[in-house]
């Protein structure tokens, strides 16, 4: 969900290669992997499937909150919402953002947070594809292999 760009065959082979196996969450059936897909609409299975894993990639979300809360180590990429406003600590977190203080990649960096709302602000710069959703797949690799 709002991850644009990233091959994830190519994610999914990677953690093969290091001898993970790898899950592949949610209901989205327009993203096929390789990977063993557990639908996990109920919330106490979605809880029970991250709790048993070793890592966790994906968006900031409910799932990853869970990974983050049952200690899991966690590549989580971040578009128009600051990371250090929603985790307390990021010492388990690699964060993946195309934001960063000395070189934003728009001129409302983490604009999630201009108003006080559930749904966040409409894209300044592109609302269909907003940049700061755009990331490389190399930034994924790189931290894998890094942090995981």
Same mark, same amino acid.
């Given at each position: 969900?709002?991850?644009?760009?990233?091959?994830?065959?190519?994610?999914?082979?990677?953690?093969?290669?290091?001898?993970?196996?790898?899950?592949?969450?949610?209901?989205?059936?327009?993203?096929?992997?390789?990977?063993?897909?557990?639908?996990?609409?109920?919330?106490?299975?979605?809880?029970?499937?991250?709790? @048993?894993?070793?890592?966790?990639?994906?968006?900031?979300?409910?799932? &990853?909150? +869970?990974? %983050?809360? #049952? *200690?899991?180590?966690?590549?989580?990429?971040? @578009?128009?919402?600051?990371?250090?406003?929603?985790?307390?600590?990021? &010492?388990? +977190?690699? %964060?993946? #953002? *195309?934001?960063?203080?000395?070189?934003?990649?728009?001129?409302?960096?983490?604009?999630?947070?201009?108003?006080?709302?559930?749904?966040?602000?409409?894209?300044?710069?592109?609302?269909?594809?907003?940049?700061?959703?755009?990331?490389?797949?190399?930034?994924?690799?790189?931290?894998?292999?890094?942090?995981?």
């Amino acid at each position: 969900r709002n991850v644009e760009n990233i091959i994830l065959w190519k994610i999914t082979d990677l953690l093969k290669q290091k001898g993970y196996l790898v899950v592949q969450i949610g209901k989205n059936d327009a993203i096929e992997l390789d990977a063993i897909r557990i639908n996990t609409l109920a919330e106490p299975m979605l809880a029970y499937v991250i709790a @048993g894993c070793d890592a966790f990639i994906g968006a900031d979300s409910g799932p &990853s909150h +869970i990974a %983050v809360a #049952t *200690n899991k180590k966690c590549i989580l990429f971040f @578009g128009s919402v600051h990371p250090k406003f929603i985790h307390a600590n990021l &010492s388990n +977190i690699k %964060v993946i #953002t *195309n934001h960063n203080d000395h070189q934003p990649i728009c001129s409302q960096p983490y604009c999630w947070h201009n108003s006080i709302t559930t749904t966040g602000q409409e894209c300044v710069v592109d609302k269909e594809a907003p940049p700061c959703s755009k990331y490389k797949t190399e930034d994924v690799i790189d931290a894998i292999n890094e942090f995981i």
